[in-house]
């Protein structure tokens, strides 16, 4: 197999990372060092070739890892294939069916094209993270100050949010925030499912087709959205909270105590969920 591509480099604090039109895994560590190196392991002729036209530049505080637009319009057909197989479908078939069929043949055609090709970027902490891939998982671990990732398909893990803002995207993936939310988090998926461990900020979460779960939602506000799934909330204790529920097709089940106010909660919780 071909041998990793190594690029390194020395930081004087957080920097700003931009990734572009890249098609494979992207793996994302900030850590507690000055050290900023990016590794590209290609697994295949192909990949190696995608390696050696790939841009990486460091300067006044600004990491940037580019693969060539040529690969963007080559992804970008994908998705077109995808929209049309989803309008045209199977005749006399459901949209569900039409949606499955779709998801399928995008998935089957992203397997192949994100299995060429890996990156791990090493940060300091409290850098800026901008990642937008055409194909593959990402993954997101250590301590960002802002984070913003756009896949198209593939899905998306993070430790935690970042401690300013933190926004999350895919076209078709799932996505998990494994630590608590603290700050703004948005987050929207179009098929699959959401999956946060503790909320205590600012969260929007949405997905046209999938499952929404929120394992301790804490404080201030939670608004959660799927066009069809379930979606589950579980309030941490001691939280006082305000619910605004609808559903066009299906049931709504509360297991919260009712009272006539906040009274002596410790926090309080806002909670839209359609």
């Known amino acids: 197999a071909p041998a990793p591509t190594i690029h390194e480099f020395t930081a004087d604090g957080p920097i700003d990372l931009n990734i572009q039109n890249l098609r494979g895994d992207i793996t994302v560590r900030a850590e507690h060092t000055t050290a900023v190196a990016v590794t590209l392991t290609p697994r295949g002729r192909a990949a190696q070739e995608l390696v050696e036209r790939m841009s990486v530049r460091f300067g006044n505080g600004r990491l940037t890892v580019d693969a060539p637009a040529a690969e963007a319009g080559h992804i970008s057909g994908g998705f077109e294939d995808f929209i049309r197989g989803f309008a045209d479908g199977r005749a006399g078939s459901s949209w569900s069916d039409r949606l499955a069929d779709s998801v399928r043949n995008l998935v089957r055609g992203a397997e192949g094209l994100a299995s060429e090709l890996s990156l791990e970027v090493v940060v300091p902490a409290g850098s800026r993270a901008v990642v937008s891939a055409g194909i593959g998982d990402v993954r997101v671990s250590g301590t960002l100050a ?9 899905d998306v893990r993070i430790e935690r949010s970042a401690e300013d803002s933190t926004r999350l995207t895919t076209g078709t993936g799932d996505i998990t925030a494994d630590g608590a939310a603290t700050g703004d988090l948005r987050v929207h998926t179009g098929t699959g499912d959401v999956t946060l461990q503790r909320t205590d900020g600012e969260v929007e979460v949405s997905t046209g087709v999938g499952d929404i779960a929120v394992a301790a939602a804490r404080s ?30 299906g049931d709504r089940d509360v297991q919260l105590t009712p009272t006539d106010g906040a009274g002596g909660a410790e926090r309080t919780l806002e909670i839209e969920a359609k």
């Open 220 to 249: 201030r506000r939670l608004s959660a959205r799927t066009g069809l799934g379930d979606i589950e909330v579980r309030v941490a204790a001691g939280t006082a909270t305000r619910l605004d529920l609808a559903t066009g097709f």
């Open 146 to 154: 802002r984070l913003e990732v756009k896949s198209g398909t593939g």
